[in-house]
């Protein structure tokens, strides 16, 4: 079960009330912050950014691909360990917007993790270190230490 903190909402859809949940220009800079460093080739800057600008938590020698997405209204909940690599258009999720609610849930991912490609991590998650996530999976449970895990949904393939 994923670790995420339940907020019911009234009268219309939480993603329409989204502006009392975030400030605008938080989600304005951090978007922006985001998409710079999404097309930047290099890594430091990317770590750079997320690190100061986002208030994300990046381990040493970490490494986002390519067109990474992170949480645009709460990337500071997320937590990246050292010597990770994040897979070429993987989303990372800290947020979700129901109709009758929304959750937050820190994202945990250990050290020596790899991720594949178009990955989709939701929120509350823990990816434990030395795991390996495939190429198009959707983690929606905490991946165990040492895991290999594939598929949507997400199963564990070997520990």
Same mark, same amino acid.
């Given at each position: 079960?994923? &670790?995420?903190?339940?907020?019911?909402?009234?009268?219309? &859809?939480?993603?329409? $009330?989204?502006?009392?949940?975030?400030?605008?220009?938080?989600?304005?800079?951090? !978007? *922006?912050?985001?998409?710079?460093?999404?097309?930047?080739?290099?890594?430091?800057?990317?770590?750079?950014?997320?690190?100061?600008?986002?208030?994300?938590?990046?381990?040493? $020698?970490?490494?986002?691909?390519?067109? %990474?997405? %992170?949480?645009?209204? !709460?990337?500071?909940?997320?937590?990246?360990?050292?010597?990770?690599? *994040?897979?070429?258009? /993987?989303?990372?999720?800290?947020?979700?917007?129901?109709?009758?609610?929304?959750?937050?849930?820190?994202?945990?991912?250990?050290?020596?993790?790899?991720?594949?490609?178009?990955? /989709?991590?939701?929120?509350?998650?823990?990816?434990?270190?030395?795991?390996?996530?495939?190429?198009?999976?959707?983690?929606?449970?905490?991946?165990?230490?040492?895991? !290999?895990?594939?598929?949507?949904?997400?199963?564990?393939?070997?520990?």
């Amino acid at each position: 079960m994923r &670790n995420t903190e339940r907020y019911p909402v009234t009268v219309s &859809n939480s993603l329409w $009330q989204i502006y009392k949940t975030v400030p605008f220009w938080k989600v304005m800079k951090n !978007f *922006i912050v985001i998409q710079v460093a999404r097309y930047s080739p290099s890594l430091s800057m990317k770590n750079w950014l997320y690190r100061n600008l986002l208030k994300m938590e990046v381990g040493d $020698q970490t490494a986002f691909a390519l067109m %990474v997405m %992170v949480d645009v209204m !709460f990337p500071e909940r997320i937590k990246v360990g050292k010597n990770a690599i *994040i897979g070429y258009n /993987t989303t990372i999720l800290a947020h979700e917007y129901l109709i009758d609610e929304y959750r937050l849930g820190d994202v945990i991912i250990g050290d020596n993790v790899l991720i594949g490609a178009n990955t /989709t991590i939701l929120p509350g998650v823990t990816i434990g270190d030395g795991a390996t996530v495939s190429a198009a999976t959707l983690v929606h449970k905490d991946v165990p230490a040492g895991a !290999f895990v594939g598929g949507n949904p997400m199963q564990i393939i070997r520990s």
